[in-house]
């Protein structure tokens, strides 16, 4: 790590992936079994931040233990924070560990992590290419349509479910989990709460990684081998795109992962029972930066810039043909037409209110419209117009102005001293809806009203 690399200016906080802080949560012992397979180290140094990658080559082709200060002495000044905060988070991982007050890399994670990078070995962690050509051959743009088309229909039915549309159900596995990760509530008719409207906000790659994080928290449930479960989403993001892999080297439980990972659209396979599968760009991107998804021109989907005029009429026009943006929008909007690339709508007090009793709240529509804003409107300053912010706030502040609850106002204490012991008890049960201490007032829940009533009645009889 040189000094160079330390930079003469302040780090920049980076933020940790979410994989990781899971994985962190996990025993030493499965971690180790983790690095044993050399996909895996890869994937988790794609993982990590710059400077822990930086930590990493630099102790892995040392074949004995560096003390600290030496490590340390590469650092400069302006870096020792994230220096430090680097080297907790490679601890927390079992990869850096600490022998003889001298810091060295985790055996198994070095070796297989070397493997990776030279080469070699009869492994097969890196997926095993079918040997036998696809009668039915599968392109590149087959396989962008197939991922498209079965992650949108998870978003669709997230912002359809519950209107008057009838989008396509998701399989029953797909619902149980976006009920499970607070996405859509409700048993019968499901419906979007906040969490999931706040989901729609991310980039597609954060939302399948939510999702993920959620399914890797239902392994122990199916009875699952978690371990096997993750070697398995790491063996798909370092596959190539477009060539077809056998499953006769999977183990049982990821097997049993196939079937939810066709309905996510990671994989392609034709049937249950084929021994071939064809991961997507969903899958084969999942550990690094390029964009999961590849937008179509001729289906307008999963648009590459904003799309979004909102004028200080509150009449806004929204330049996008794609079915899904235009659920979204029908969820805060008043859609009054539609054209082949063009959709209008009004935002008004119903719109935003039915947004609302929906779980969905200001800021959150506030940040859709200001993330898919048209580039014509990042000329002005600010970017949306303050009359229909404070408006929209406004409208979500009338919702929480006045809050009903039935109870009983105390007050008449002959004394303080009484007033307070009462109070005193009240709060310890926790029953006191408001206070005024200087008129010696009180209002009560009627719960805790009797309660409150049959204190007092004892107090007297022990007097």
């Not at 087959?142 to 479910?161: F, K, N, P």
């Not at 159900?169 to 619902?175: D, F, Y």
């Not at 699952?224 to 596959?239: A, G, I, K, P, R």
């Not at 899958?283 to 989907?301: C, E, F, Q, R, V």
Request: charged content about 20%; proline content about 6%.
């Amino acid at each position: 790590m040189s000094g160079t690399a330390a930079s003469a200016n302040p780090p920049q906080e980076v933020d940790q992936h979410p994989l990781l802080s899971f994985l962190a949560t996990q025993p030493p012992t499965a971690l180790t079994r983790l690095y044993t397979k050399p996909s895996s180290c890869l994937c988790i140094f794609r993982l990590l931040g710059p400077f822990e990658r930086q930590i990493v080559m630099n102790l892995l082709w040392m074949e004995s233990p560096m003390p600290p200060g030496m490590l340390g002495a590469w650092v400069l000044k302006e870096g020792k924070m994230e220096y430090e905060k680097s080297l907790g988070v490679l601890s927390t991982l079992q990869i850096l560990q600490t022998v003889n007050a001298k810091l060295i890399l985790n055996p198994q994670f070095k070796s297989n992590f070397r493997l990776a990078l030279t080469g070699g070995g009869d492994h097969a962690s890196f997926g095993v290419p079918c040997e036998r050509e696809d009668k039915r051959s599968t392109t590149i743009e087959q396989l962008d349509q197939y991922a498209i088309e079965r992650w949108e229909t998870i978003l669709h039915y997230m912002v359809s479910s519950g209107t008057d549309q009838a989008p396509p159900k998701p399989s029953q596995g797909v619902l149980y989990l976006l009920s499970r990760s607070g996405l859509m509530t409700g048993t019968g008719v499901m419906k979007i709460t906040s969490q999931g409207f706040q989901f729609l906000l991310n980039s597609p790659h954060a939302q399948l990684w939510s999702l993920l994080l959620e399914y890797l928290k239902l392994v122990e449930d199916r009875q699952m081998d978690l371990v096997e479960v993750v070697h398995f989403l790491f063996m798909l993001s370092t596959m190539e795109l477009g060539q077809d892999y056998s499953t006769e080297h999977l183990t049982q439980s990821q097997e049993a992962m196939l079937e939810d990972l066709r309905d996510y659209g990671l994989v392609l396979q034709r049937k249950a029972t084929s021994k071939r599968i064809h991961p997507t760009r969903l899958a084969t991107t999942l550990t690094s930066s390029a964009p999961p998804l590849i937008s179509t021109a001729s289906d307008g989907s999963v648009p590459s810039r904003g799309f979004i005029i909102l004028e200080t009429n509150y009449r806004l026009y929204a330049y996008t043909d794609n079915p899904l943006q235009t659920a979204v929008l029908n969820l805060f909007v008043n859609l009054k037409s539609r054209f082949p690339n063009l959709v209008t709508g009004l935002i008004t007090r119903e719109s935003v209110k039915r947004a609302l009793s929906n779980g969905i709240t200001a800021e959150q529509i506030i940040s859709y419209l200001v993330t898919h804003a048209h580039p014509q409107m990042h000329k002005n300053n600010p970017l949306l117009p303050i009359t229909v912010q404070d408006q929209i706030r406004l409208w979500e502040q009338e919702n929480n102005r006045v809050h009903l609850n039935d109870g009983y106002l105390w007050r008449d204490f002959t004394s303080f001293s009484d007033y307070e012991i009462v109070r005193n008890y009240a709060r310890q049960i926790g029953v006191v809806l408001w206070e005024n201490p200087e008129k010696r007032w009180m209002f009560l829940t009627a719960e805790g009203h009797v309660s409150c009533r049959s204190f007092i009645e004892r107090r007297q009889r022990e007097k």
